[in-house]
């Protein structure tokens, strides 16, 4: 498995193609876009990345540095 690499630059596409059934390129960003939505100031509402990264923060034992967000009704 490769994660985490910059395709073209740390690892040719072709050999990766060669290498393994699937290749799975994904992207994101960290800036979150807010969207002037009704409802999009409710609490409770938050942006992905608050989420995931807290989410990954307790699954790795570490303190959340804020209060917590939960992913229920």
Do not use: C, W
């Not at 393994?20 to 609490?43: A, C, E, H, Y």
């Amino acid at each position: 498995m490769v994660v985490n690499a910059h395709i073209g630059v740390d690892f040719d596409a072709k050999e990766l193609r060669k290498q393994f059934d699937v290749v799975l390129l994904t992207g994101g960003s960290t800036v979150p876009r807010d969207l002037p939505i009704p409802g999009r100031d409710l609490k409770g509402v938050h942006f992905a990345m608050e989420f995931l990264g807290q989410n990954n923060r307790r699954a790795n034992g570490m303190d959340l540095k804020t209060e917590e967000i939960h992913a229920r009704r």
